[in-house]
């Protein structure tokens, strides 16, 4: 019986539109009527490629043409076998070769209605430990630094006693909060009073970008909680929040403890504190919830509702010097308990007038005291990943407590309203052991959880750090993909010169081949963040990358708006994030269009369209410059919808295989494909600064769109041809 009739025997070959079988994950395996007749209607298809389970659905379909064999009879899904049953449900197995080749033949909307349907509701396998998890590649990321992303709550803004202890570790009477709508450049009132005081290594605060240190604009998670439409809007599927826990600092590195959520991100800082002051910090069972602690669980409740997972970062590598540990250290130095917690170098001898105490901060960084390990390796001029562990036993115990804190803390062994992984700060300054414990820890409590190490220098400024011996399997699932970006950054903003199609092409092989596939595909492709400058401005100082990327360091770098080249310059860049493999990161902010130079700069409260903000005309040095005004660009927003929906709504582009058919040196041309079963999506880019043409292979005889830019896209036989204009890209589609 030839398949075609069979199928319009089991189904029917006229009828109402297919019925896809919107799928709970439960029937999804569970093929309907199971061995058993379907009485009245038509019996679903269960589509098996290369034993693979796609999905099941009813209603006349049209199948693809490619098809290896027919069985009608019982599919059992606990094997994966085709049984002997009855007659249902009808199984169509293929190949994976013939799927593909058949449905490129087959772009019905009916076919791929299905084929998304199969890709999105596909039995997910039991995560292997040593795999990221199944939903790090679908992940749009979004990373919030909470302390300028929004002010929910102006009654818990920090206070100057708040602040204490972090740097600069003095605080000017005159010191108040921030105006969130205030030219950054603008100086504070109390600026005037650091005129004479001096920091904590004894320097006169003199610099713009030191001042900054002591601002506070009052963002907190109600904040985050206000914008949750935003985020949804905007379409971001992950959340990635710098560090949450107390400090007096504006980033929240230097913990003042790592158990609890920021004091002044919460609704009741002073309550917070009297319960903070009532545990004991060295036994979990005495750890009670805050207010800040209770509204962080209910942020990640109301952004699990909405789909979209959550990361925290935390330094394992260091704490603050306001850290409890750490002053009981500073206060009974070496009979304290907590005294092998750090790398204390030598304690003051009581004998003597001067104090002899001395210890490792991170970089030098007096604020920041380091955690002891079992080796000692001297980060100063390489940063050189090493075997060994946490010296103290009862410090790693800790982290894991506030690690299993996070991940469930209700506690009842569901972690599903927990955090869903953790951005590990200074990861490689960590010793591989201690690493090894915590992928295990972490991964006893949720199989399905990403761990992502902040992976970066191996020499500053230019040589970065292979993130591979992280990378097989027994330590991270992705690193932060700085190595991406820099090679994205050179060839499409020239930066620092020009780089051919080819030769970009070879250092994203060699990107690729460098790590694992299942983490390439998990990788976080970051292109700005709180350590860098912004996008459009790193985009538009075609100079070092960090390397003296503000003007305090470099007079000449651009701290102003950039204009329209570097925008066209950005969606380029930005096309190829979303269209390549990785899970593209957004830096809070640019999206709105925001610039800014590297830290402190880089952190300028969000400019949200409701607010209302000064022209920005200050320079910190005191130049020259264009006055710009500071306003949400309500069309970039738009462009980042539209790349975000493009690869939220296609798995080939998040998940598909890469295959580079055009890379034109000479015209400045650039094409690629992501291909997935039956699906697949095609990006070009025009380098140039003239208008060029461009045919793309694509067999079949269904139409083609540009979904990103709407150029005109024309069938000719086997081929499609469309005109870009200079210094622009498209994101070819299946119409
Ligand atoms: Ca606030
Ligand atoms: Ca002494
Ligand atoms: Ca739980
Ligand atoms: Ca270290």
């Not at 069979?6 to 539109?17: E, R």
């Not at 190949?95 to 509701?121: C, H, I, K, N, P």
């Not at 955690?371 to 946490?390: L, Q």
């Amino acid at each position: 019986m030839p398949w075609t009739l069979l199928l319009a025997l089991a189904i029917g070959v006229v009828g109402p539109a297919p019925k896809l079988n919107a799928a709970t994950p439960e029937s999804r395996l569970d093929p309907p009527s199971k061995c058993s007749r379907v009485e009245g209607g038509s019996p679903p298809a269960v589509v098996v490629v290369d034993d693979r389970v796609l999905g099941e659905s009813s209603g006349d379909l049209e199948m693809p043409a490619d098809v290896k064999s027919i069985d009608t009879s019982c599919f059992d899904p606990a094997t994966g076998q085709l049984g002997d049953g009855i007659g249902h449900p009808v199984v169509l197995a293929l190949t994976e070769e013939g799927w593909r080749r058949s449905a490129d033949e087959m772009r019905s909307r009916q076919t791929r209605a299905l084929v998304e349907w199969f890709e999105a509701s596909r039995p997910r396998p039991e995560s292997a430990f040593e795999d990221p998890p199944e939903w790090a590649q679908d992940a749009v990321w979004y990373q919030i630094f909470p302390e300028r992303f929004h002010n929910g709550d102006p009654t818990n803004d920090p206070t100057a006693e708040d602040i204490v202890g972090g740097y600069p570790d003095v605080v000017p009477d005159g010191w108040s909060t921030t105006p969130w709508t205030q030219d950054w450049y603008r100086h504070d009132p109390w600026f005037g009073e650091l005129e004479t005081m001096r920091d904590n290594y004894g320097n006169l605060m003199t610099s713009f970008d030191a001042r900054t240190q002591l601002r506070r604009y009052g963002g907190d998670l109600q904040g985050v909680l206000d914008k949750l439409d935003y985020l949804a809007d905007l379409g971001v599927t992950a959340i990635y929040f710098n560090p949450l826990n107390d400090s007096p600092s504006l980033h929240k590195y230097d913990a003042r403890n790592w158990r609890h959520i920021d004091r002044n991100f919460g609704p009741t800082p002073q309550r917070d504190l009297e319960i903070m002051a009532s545990e004991d910090p060295t036994d979990p069972a005495t750890w009670r919830m805050t207010g800040a602690d209770s509204l962080f669980v209910e942020v990640i409740a109301a952004m699990h509702e909405r789909g979209m997972r959550v990361i925290l970062d935390f330094s394992w590598n260091h704490t603050g010097q306001t850290f409890w540990a750490w002053k009981d250290v500073l206060e009974n130095q070496a009979d304290s308990e907590f005294a092998d917690w750090y790398w204390v170098q030598s304690f003051d001898d009581p004998a003597t007038g001067e104090d002899e105490f001395a210890y490792r901060g991170w970089f030098g960084v007096k604020t920041l005291p380091e955690i002891r390990e079992t080796t000692y390796v001297d980060h100063a001029e390489r940063i050189e990943p090493f075997e060994g562990e946490f010296y103290s036993q009862e410090a790693e115990d800790h982290v894991l407590a506030v690690t299993r804190r996070w991940m469930d803390p209700d506690g009842d062994g569901d972690p599903s309203d927990g955090v869903d992984g953790f951005r590990l700060d200074v990861a490689a300054e960590v010793p591989f052991g201690f690493w090894r414990t915590y992928r295990n820890f972490v991964r006893s409590i949720n199989p399905e959880a990403y761990l992502l190490g902040e992976i970066w220098w191996e020499r500053f400024p230019n040589e970065l750090l292979d993130p591979e011996p992280f990378l097989r399997g027994d330590v991270f699932d992705a690193v932060m993909n700085y190595r991406w970006y820099r090679a994205a950054r050179h060839f499409f903003a020239a930066a620092p010169d020009p780089m051919a199609p080819s030769e970009f092409v070879r250092q994203l092989e060699e990107l690729r081949a460098s790590v694992r596939p299942v983490n390439d595909a998990a990788m976080m492709n970051v292109t700005a963040s709180h350590d860098t400058p912004r996008l459009a401005t790193s985009l538009f100082n075609p100079t070092g990358y960090k390397l003296d990327a503000k003007a305090e360091q470099n007079p000449e770098y651009r701290i102003h708006r950039p204009d329209a080249a570097i925008r066209a310059t950005q969606r380029l860049l930005l096309t190829h994030q979303f269209t390549w493999v990785g899970a593209p990161q957004i830096w809070a902010g640019d999206e709105m269009g925001m610039w800014g130079t590297d830290d402190p700069h880089t952190r300028k409260p969000l400019i949200w369209p409701e607010l209302d903000f000064e022209d920005e005309a200050g320079h910190p040095l005191g130049l020259e410059r264009p006055r710009d005004p500071v306003r949400f660009d309500a069309e970039l927003f738009a462009f980042y919808q539209r790349l975000i929906a493009l690869r939220n709504d296609n798995p080939a582009l998040r998940r598909g295989e890469v295959d580079v058919f055009l890379v034109d040196d000479e015209a400045g041309r650039l094409g690629y494909r992501r291909v997935q079963g039956p699906e697949s999506a095609v990006a070009l880019f025009n380098l140039s600064a003239s208008a060029q043409e461009f045919v793309v292979p694509a067999a079949g005889d269904d139409a083609w769109e540009d979904a990103l830019g709407g150029a005109e896209v024309v069938r000719e036989g086997s081929r499609l041809r469309l005109t870009l204009p200079g210094r622009a890209s498209a994101v070819l589609l299946p119409r």
